[in-house]
């Protein structure tokens, strides 16, 4: 079946530095969806890529979706310790309704 | 401007017991979405509705669970003689889309299964 894999799993910086989570899908994605989850929450959603080679930005967090619609990339710039997490990436099949998620990158900010 | 809210926050069953965890949608989203998410991993996709619809339940690991969302609005996922595999938190998410839509998550069922 469908899969979607994320790496990495966990990874821990010091405030200031990057941050790149990678997103893999077995299969072409009609879209894909980035969620962030607090320790002890649930996931909120942060944005939504639909068109091949697509790319967003929300102040220092910048979104890309592959030109095969296959991928994605999460990176956030100069990390702060409110950026704590884990981010899940997920894609809908062709026909929406099931999303399916990654297993999630845990970043954790060292001040 | 209430989000999606969902209850019981905690249940703590004996195994072989019956469960129903509630979901109350967003007002107006069309779609409603059931998960259930173990500890370290991404949700994993149970069923969905839109509106009264269950369009696809195949994420449902077994016959002992069932879900419901009779009109189109409040959700009930029954989990009948419970095992401690289905351990886990619960979550619901409602989207205003039919389809492809960002989904807006409930705080979660925690189901303890001894």
């Known amino acids: 079946g469908q899969q979607v894999m994320q790496i990495p799993q966990y990874q821990h910086v010091q405030e200031g530095e990057d941050f790149t989570t990678y997103c893999n899908s077995s299969?072409?994605?009609?879209?894909i969806q980035w969620y962030k989850q607090r320790p002890g929450g649930h996931p909120v959603f942060l944005i939504q890529?639909?068109?091949?080679?697509e790319v967003k930005k929300q102040k220092r967090l910048t979104f890309q979706f592959g030109e095969a619609k296959k991928n994605s990339s999460l990176h956030i710039t100069a990390t702060q310790t409110t950026d704590v997490g884990t981010y899940f990436c997920?894609?809908?099949?062709?026909?929406?309704?099931?999303?399916?998620f990654g297993q999630g990158t845990e970043l954790s900010v060292k001040p | 401007g209430a989000g999606v809210s969902q209850s019981p926050r905690y249940k703590v069953a004996k195994r072989g017991q019956d469960v129903a965890l509630r979901c109350d949608p967003i007002?107006?989203?069309?779609?409603l979405f059931w998960y259930q998410q173990a500890l370290g991993q991404g949700p994993e996709f149970l069923t969905y509705?839109?509106?009264?619809?269950?369009?696809?339940k195949s994420g449902l690991p077994s016959d002992r669970f069932f879900a419901e969302r009779p009109e189109g609005s409040v959700s009930t996922l029954k989990i009948q003689r419970t095992q401690q595999e289905d351990s886990a938190v619960y979550l619901c998410?409602?989207?205003?889309?039919?389809?492809?839509?960002?989904?807006?998550f409930g705080p979660g069922t925690r189901l303890l299964v001894l």
């Open positions: 509705f839109q509106n009264e619809a269950q369009l696809d």
């Open positions: 299969t072409t994605l009609s879209n």
């Open positions: 998410a409602s989207s205003l889309a039919r389809n492809y839509g960002a989904q807006y």
């Open positions: 890529l639909v068109k091949s080679g």
């Open positions: 007002s107006g989203h069309v779609s």
């Open positions: 997920a894609g809908y099949r062709n026909q929406g309704g099931k999303l399916i």
